[in-house]
Nanobody, 124 residues
Framework: QVQLVESGGGLVQAGGSLKLSCAASGRTFSSYAMGWFRQPPGKEREFVATISAGGGVTNYADSVKGRFVISRDNAKNTVYLQMNSLKSDDTAVYYC?????????????????WGQGTQVTVSS
């Protein structure tokens, strides 16, 4: 059974930073791409960032490019999202997801397993 557990969310002031973590278990972590998505209040879940199985390829939504960094530690079965220069528009529940394949994708359908989410609130 695959489990994804996010941590690191919280309340932060605009301009601040947070680092999210997602610990995975139940499948060969290093074989699959990982992604971060978010769901702002009253809106649809949207793509944030993705990283390939080996960690060599990353892709970002335009809204976070240059501010967020996705990384992974395959020895620890963990994926991270470093969020800098946070804005009020970044307020959302953040979800990590485990891909169906090794390559990156922005599409929700490319991800087979999802965590429960962690709340990030940015105050202005």
């Amino acid at each position: 059974q695959v489990q994804l557990v996010e941590s690191g969310g919280g309340l932060v002031q605009a301009g601040g930073s947070l680092k999210l973590s997602c610990a995975a278990s139940g499948r060969t972590f290093s074989s699959y791409a990982m992604g971060w998505f978010r769901q702002p209040p009253g809106k649809e879940r949207e793509f944030v960032a993705t990283i390939s199985a080996g960690g060599g390829v990353t892709n970002y939504a335009d809204s976070v490019k240059g501010r967020f960094v996705i990384s992974r530690d395959n020895a620890k079965n963990t994926v991270y999202l470093q969020m800098n220069s946070l804005k009020s528009d970044d307020t959302a529940v953040y979800y990590c997801a485990s891909g169906r394949y090794g390559s990156t994708s922005w599409a929700r359908s490319a991800y087979a397993h999802w965590g429960q989410g962690t709340q990030v609130t940015v105050s202005s």
